[in-house]
């Protein structure tokens, strides 16, 4: 269970920690360090899905051009090509 201030023998009051150097300080979450990891999670989200669309994108014209290679080789007709 968190109890704040009171984990494993810290304490947040300043004449405590100070008198008695065996207690330590209790640390206190920064908020600016969640903010930047959310912000951080956001941009490497975005750039991962830039990514998988940009790879899509590449195999999709690799096959255009095998296809349109393969019917320039062959002499046929466009068939199957987007117009």
């Not at 206190?28 to 941009?43: C, N």
């Not at 990514?51 to 466009?78: N, P, W």
Request: hydrophobic share 50%; glycine share 6%.
């Amino acid at each position: 269970m968190y109890i704040p201030g009171n984990i494993d023998g810290c304490s947040d009051d300043k004449t405590v920690y100070l008198t008695d150097l065996s207690i330590p300080r209790c640390s206190k979450r920064s908020w600016l360090a969640v903010i930047m990891f959310f912000v951080y999670i956001l941009t490497m989200s975005i750039m991962l899905i830039n990514l998988l669309i940009a790879i899509f994108r590449f195999d999709h014209l690799m096959f255009y051009a095998i296809c349109v290679g393969a019917q320039s080789t062959l002499g046929g007709e466009k068939t199957f090509l987007p117009e």
